[in-house]
Structures are given as C-alpha cells and as structure tokens.
C-alpha cells in the first residue's frame, strides 16, 4: 500500500515535472494563438465594405473615413468610398449600383430618414448588410453607430432651460438644420418635450439654416432685432451656428445670449468656443465613432448572421465641450487620426 | 431707357418690393425699424455684389455661373493659406490671382474658342470646385483668422453705424454704374450685348472685352468671398451646391436685366435685391418654416415673370438672336 502510494506519489511528481517541462519549452518558443486569430483575420481578408457618406471633404465623415481606411489596410479588406457630394440623388444612385454589385457590407450615412429607405430594405433582401452612421434611416438595418439625437437634443434643451431661467427673457430661438435629417426631427421632438412643459421659455424662432452659417447669421440677426432679449440658441451643427454666433457676437450679446449645439469635436468646432461664438458644443466624438465603426465592421463581417437578422445600436457617449475643457483629447484635427 | 407710361419689369418689381415693405411695416411690429432695415439689406449684400457681377456679363449677353465656385473656393484657399502659416497680405494676392486666372481661361474660351458662356462657366465652376477640394484645401469648412482685426472689421465692422458689407455693395454699385454709364468701356458692354457683330464691325475689340468682363466678374466674386468669410467668420464651400447660383441669376433677371443682352444696369440688380431682401425678412420674422418660404419666394419671383412677359413680350428682334434668349 505504501509503496503504491508512493509510486503514486513519483508518478505525478514527473507527469508535473513534464508538464512545467512542456509549458517551458512553449515559453522559450512562443504560442500561435491559430485556434483564435485564424478564424478573426482569414475571414475578413479580401471582404469588401463601401462607405456611402453625405460628402466626403468634411471634418465628421474625413475623420470616420480615416480610421476606417487604416483598419481596412491593417486587416486586409477593402475599403471604398462613393461620394455622392451632398447630393441624395447621386446617392440613390451609388446604393442602387452597389446592391447589384453585392459588396460584403454597406456603411451608409443618410441625408434624410425617408430616402435611402426604401434601397436599405433591398440592399438587405439581396443579403448585402447595412451599418448606419450617424444620420439614421427610419429604416432599421444590421447596426446603427452614432449620437442618439434624442438625447442630444434633451441635453441641449435642458442647458438651455437651466440658462434661461424665470429671471430672464426665456426667449429661445431654435436653429434646425436640414428640416428632414435624423439629427433635426428627433432633436426637434427632444427641444418642444422640454420646452413645451415649461412656463417661462419662450420658442420665438424656429427657422431652418440648411447646414449654412451664412443663412444662419442672417436667421440670427432678424431674430435678435425682433427679440433684442434673447436668451438662448440651441442649433444643429456646429458649423452651422458659428453663423449665429457671429451675429450674436457682432450685436455685442455674447454674454447675454447663449449658444449650445452639437458636433464632432473637431479642432474648428473647439476654436469657435475659444473665440466666443459658441458655448456649448455636445459633441458625439468622431475618433470614438470611428473606433466603435471598426468594431462594428469587424462584428457584421465575421457574423454568420444573415442581413437584417441581427439589428445593432450603438449611441455612442457624448462629451459637453465648453470652454472649461477644450483638451488635445476632446478636440481632434484630422492630422491626429491619418 | 424706359419709356414713361410703358411699365418696365424693374418698376413692377420695385412696386412688388414696396407693396410688401408697407404690408410688413403695417402688420410687423418691429418690421419698420432702422436697425431691422439695415439687417434686412445686410442679410442680401452679398447676394447683391454677386448681382453686380452677374449683372455686368448678362448685359453683354454672357453669364457667369462659375461665380459661386470662385467665390467659395478662391476664399476658402486664402483661409487655409492663413491657416498653415502664411500671412494674410500675400494670401489675399494669391486668391486674387486665382480669381483673375479662372476669369481669363473663361473669357478666353468664350472670346475666343467660342464656346458659349452657359456651358464654359458651367464647366469652369466644376473645374474651379473641383481643383479646390482635390488641391488647395483638405476640409470643406475652413474657420477665418482671428487675429487680424482689420480681416475681421471687413465683415463684422460699422462705419457711422452702417455694416460693412452694406457699404462693400454700395460702393462697387457706385463704382460699376460710374463703369457703364461714363466710360468707354461701358458703352462697349452694352453695344457688344445689343448686337456683337455690329459691335465688331464698328471696331470694337469685343474679344478683350468679354475677357476683361469675365476677369472683372471674377474679381468681383473674390470680393464677396473674402467679405463673407469674414462676416460668418469661416467659409463654407458647400455653398457651391447650394441654389445660391440661381439666386443670383433671380436677382438680375427679376431686376429687369435681359438675358438677351444690352438692356438694364446697376439699379435693376438692386431692385430685384430689395425685393428678395424684404421678402426673405419679413418671414424670417414670421417665422414661416423653411419650404413654406421656398414656395412663397418661388410664387412670387414667378409672378413678377408673369407681369413681366404680358406687359413686355418677346420680340421679333429676340427672337432672331443668335443664341436666342436662355
């Protein structure tokens, strides 16, 4: 008995001895870790993903493009571009050419809720998977990455209901962007909710700028001579209101009026806060959207899911940029991120 | 030019302009003020020095649909010039440059390789947006400087309480009227719009001119790029797609400037930029949403049209023209 035991005891003593042995010499010659990168990086290889942007040339879809490029090099997919340069026709266009072209994966960012509709729903019945960014469609696709509008629009309104308190004018004046994109409806819906329920804010302007700072600083400048009073302006996009803030500014109501509105954090959008035009940007962080697209990317082209099957949102966090923290971290330039 | 019981377009447009002014006086309570009125012409100044230059082309027959394009982009390069480094005096001089090349390779063209105008400048203002995205600026909202006052003063400052862009637009009209009505040179635009071949025949060198007219609308152009890049403090180059372009031709053509040449001046431009201008405010102040004042803007300028083709109706002379009228 003794002496099984001990030979028991000799056995195990070397099958461990062996093994620290084994697991030695796997230290001295590295794992291939094939078993969990293989099944990651071969897939992907020679897979095709097309961006379909509003425009190319501008800070938000230069920034999201930039990361996505990098991450298409580094794996080994190919990354396109089809730039419909703001217009929805040549858009419809480009979607319409790339559902008979079958691409492995859509990145579309809509100009509106309604157009591209309808082409989401054939993309996906032709099995093409669809990722949204930013501007969604009402149509609901594989993912959706980007602000949630509603919620940017109830921190914009409630800033300004917390500005505009009963001991001022409570006069308020709404600066929309394009009447018919994502960002404008359900911002829209945010700003009345919270507006609509309080006493003391007034809604004396509600106008449309179309994306424009001209426009917007010609809106601004009739609603300040009509309301001289004004308290607060919640916009759309920051390089829209900078217009407003122009006017605002040149009236000499900078510290009488304030101005909060949305965008990517980009360095433009940070010196405009420096330079008093604006004084709150909430910003829904390109380089992050950019991180969590390549995430995203990754996720749809590996899924075995078939398009449309697994319907994906990511709100992406939202960062308030006043003048208290314009850091290199919260404000990128697109230098940062090629 | 007009005869005194004929009406004209630009004095039905001017009547259009004031039967709305005093509608609005009487029904908005803050319409009739001095500063509302300044920020009323201030709001269409730029569109105004566009009209100018604009209005000097069409009445030789041409038109200039590369405006747009020169404006945004050859402002846009000087901004991202200033950006990188370079100082503004030498910045202006190159945008300035680039105005006057894309205004001769035009005017060449239409002088001389005889390509007509519509098409020439339809191209050129792709080309000129074009070379502006893929060469001379990476984004396409480039912010203004702000550390150089006087940049800033062109758009944003008063003189005697009137905005600069007001005063930008009243002195070129000053300058552009004194241009056609006592120089030369004006005469010569008129007499090349009314009937080139006659005007040739006479011994005028209609080709430079049109060269120098494409130049000098060019230049114009750049003026109201630099004084918008400064009032919204940044240029946007998106303003290319926009219906700016048309706006423009809208005012011109409103304003009882033919596009068949040789008729109307300076005064007819800021006609048809008054009624634009009072328009545009009076539903600003309204608070009529967007589209509604798209179609109401569209109503109107389609109406005046109307008035316009029952009172003074194509001609036989129009008719024969060799382009005919767009």
Redesign the interface.
């Known amino acids: 008995m003794l002496n099984m035991r001990k030979v028991c005891t000799v056995l195990l003593a070397a099958s461990a001895l062996l093994g620290s042995a084994l697991a030695a010499s796997a230290a001295t010659q590295g794992l291939d870790n094939a078993e969990r990168r293989d099944p990651y990086y071969k897939p992907l290889e020679g897979k095709r993903v097309v961006f379909v942007p509003l425009a190319m040339g501008f800070d938000l879809t230069e920034g999201w493009a930039a990361i996505m490029r990098r991450q298409a090099e580094d794996l080994g997919y190919t990354f396109e571009i089809r730039d419909p340069n703001w217009s929805t026709d040549a858009g419809t266009r480009a979607i319409t050419a790339l559902i008979s072209e079958k691409p492995d994966l859509m990145i579309i960012h809509n100009p509106d809720v309604q157009s591209y509709a309808r082409l989401l729903k054939r993309a996906e019945a032709a099995g093409i998977k669809v990722l949204q960014v930013n501007l969604e469609s009402s149509y609901t696709t594989d993912s959706y990455v980007g602000a949630d509008w509603v919620k940017v629009g109830y921190i914009e309104a409630k800033v300004l209901a917390d500005k505009c308190g009963p001991d001022t004018s409570g006069k308020i004046a709404i600066m929309q962007g394009v009447p018919t994109a994502a960002s404008n409806l359900y911002e829209l819906f945010a700003y009345h909710d919270v507006f609509d329920k309080l006493d003391h804010i007034k809604v004396v302007s509600e106008q449309a700028a179309n994306y424009d700072p001209a426009k917007a600083r010609a809106i601004m400048e009739t609603v300040l001579e009509q309301h001289p009073d004004l308290c607060g302006v919640v916009g759309n996009w920051d390089n829209q209101d900078v217009g407003a803030g122009a006017a605002i500014q040149e009236a000499g109501k900078s510290d009488q009026v304030y101005v909060v509105t949305s965008g990517g954090g980009t360095t433009n959008g940070c010196e405009n806060i420096e330079k008093g035009l604006l004084d709150m940007i909430v910003s829904y962080d390109v380089p992050l959207q950019g991180d969590i697209l390549n995430q995203q990317i990754v996720e749809i082209l590996l899924s075995d899911a078939k398009a449309g099957e697994i319907k994906n949102t990511y709100y992406t966090p939202l960062t308030l940029l006043t003048k208290d923290n314009l850091t290199p971290r919260n404000c990128w330039s697109l230098d940062d991120l090629k | 030019m007009t005869s005194g019981m004929r009406l004209s377009q630009e004095g039905i447009v001017a009547a259009l302009a004031a039967l709305l002014f005093v509608g609005f006086s009487l029904t908005l309570s803050?319409f009739l003020?001095v500063?509302?009125l300044i920020?009323?012409v201030?709001?269409v100044s730029?569109l105004g020095i566009l009209g100018i230059g604009m209005g000097l082309v069409i009445i030789s027959r041409g038109i200039d649909l590369a405006m747009v394009a020169t404006m945004v982009v050859a402002s846009s390069w000087v901004l991202s010039m200033v950006q990188s480094g370079t100082p503004l005096g030498w910045a202006l001089l190159f945008g300035m440059g680039f105005a006057i090349l894309v205004g001769a390779a035009t005017g060449i063209l239409v002088a001389y390789a005889l390509v007509p105008a519509i098409f020439t400048t339809l191209a050129m203002g792709l080309i000129v947006y074009g070379t502006g995205?893929a060469y001379l600026f990476?984004?396409?909202?480039q912010?203004a400087p702000?550390n150089y006052p006087w940049f800033s003063f062109l758009g944003?400052g008063n003189v005697l309480g009137i905005p600069m862009p007001i005063i930008a637009v009243g002195f070129l009209a000053l300058v552009m009227w004194v241009l056609l009505r006592y120089t030369r040179f004006g005469r010569f635009v008129y007499a090349t719009g009314d009937n080139i071949l006659a005007a040739r025949i006479v011994g005028i060198p209609v080709r430079l001119l049109i060269v120098a007219q494409f130049i000098l609308t060019s230049l114009i152009a750049y003026a109201a790029g630099i004084i918008?890049s400064s009032?919204?403090?940044?240029m946007?180059?998106?303003?290319y797609?926009?219906t700016m372009i048309y706006d423009v031709l809208l005012v011109v053509v409103l304003g009882g400037i033919s596009l068949s040449g040789g008729r109307g001046g300076v005064r007819n431009v800021l006609v048809g930029t008054l009624l634009v201008g009072v328009l545009?405010?009076g539903m600003?102040?309204l608070?009529i949403?967007?589209?509604e004042q798209n179609l109401i803007k569209s109503v109107i300028l389609l109406f005046a049209l109307i008035i316009d083709s029952f009172i003074n109706p194509r001609d036989e002379q129009t008719a024969q023209q060799q382009q005919g009228d767009i």
């Open positions: 803050n003020t500063n509302n920020s009323l201030r709001s730029i995205r990476q984004v396409d909202v912010n702000s944003t918008m009032a919204v403090s940044s946007s180059t998106r303003i797609n926009s545009l405010n600003t102040i608070d949403p967007y589209t």
